[in-house]
């Protein structure tokens, strides 16, 4: 299964549910909505290498996002994000992405990274590495998919800012969770902010209530070893 495969077969779903979103949105007159919770997914950008399955487990953790009433952001990437973005936009949620280029013309052409399932792109200009920094920035919490270097690399952000972490467990389909359980292991860093689960629709529940619990500090970045200092509001 390919990824344009996954955008031809999607076609007929996503004009049955075009009428309805809109519907949906253009009702929406809730003057609060900045306290939806914002949930970032993190994955890899290619997932050829993992088994079918894992293309049905992304798009049930975008759909799980957007059911239980969440905003999806994410790199505005391919793989498994790309996946659950689908699977967010299947329910009418909201998919926000943030990416590594400064133009929607250089994010097509020069990162050839794709524009579908997106309501809202922020171009940062920042490349991968200054994007990844600020996608995690932008989220109130990030779910941890199966990922290679980059994932790492947004774990380790979130970790380190005490962000609340979902780490979808592969159960031997992938081991991304099993190196962050070693990385957390061995960090010396505390963080009581991190849910495991095999299962999409408990790990988005999960989180968002470790969210909840969350927006009840300030928290305050800072650049010594100390990286994040939670304040009770």
């Not at 524009?115 to 991968?128: C, K, N, R």
């Not at 650049?223 to 200092?229: E, I, L």
Request: net charge neutral; charged share 20%; with cysteine.
């Amino acid at each position: 299964m390919t990824q344009q495969h996954a955008h031809n077969s999607s076609n007929h779903n996503l004009i049955q549910t075009k009428n309805v979103c809109a519907q949906v949105n253009l009702h929406n007159t809730n003057k609060r909505n900045y306290l939806v919770p914002k949930i970032g997914v993190s994955g890899a950008a290619d997932i050829a290498f993992l088994g079918n399955n894992v293309y049905d487990v992304a798009k049930e953790t975008g759909r799980q996002i957007a059911l239980q009433g969440a905003v999806m952001v994410s790199g505005a990437t391919t793989g498994f994000p790309y996946w659950a973005a689908m699977g967010c936009k299947e329910q009418c949620g909201i998919s926000i992405g943030l990416s590594p280029a400064a133009s929607a013309k250089e994010h097509v052409e020069v990162y050839r990274l794709p524009l579908e399932y997106m309501d809202m792109i922020t171009y940062t200009g920042f490349g991968y590495n200054g994007r990844d920094l600020m996608f995690v920035r932008s989220c109130d919490g990030v779910i941890i998919g199966p990922g290679r270097i980059g994932t790492f690399h947004e774990f380790a952000i979130a970790y380190e800012d005490q962000k609340p972490l979902g780490i979808l467990m592969g159960e031997g389909e992938w081991k991304t969770d099993e190196i962050i359980k070693n990385i957390i292991e061995y960090s010396h860093r505390p963080n009581k902010k991190v849910v495991f689960d095999t299962d999409p629709e408990r790990l988005v529940a999960k989180l968002i209530e470790l969210i909840k619990q969350d927006r009840k500090h300030l928290r305050i970045y800072r650049n010594d070893d100390n990286a994040s200092v939670d304040l009770v509001l």
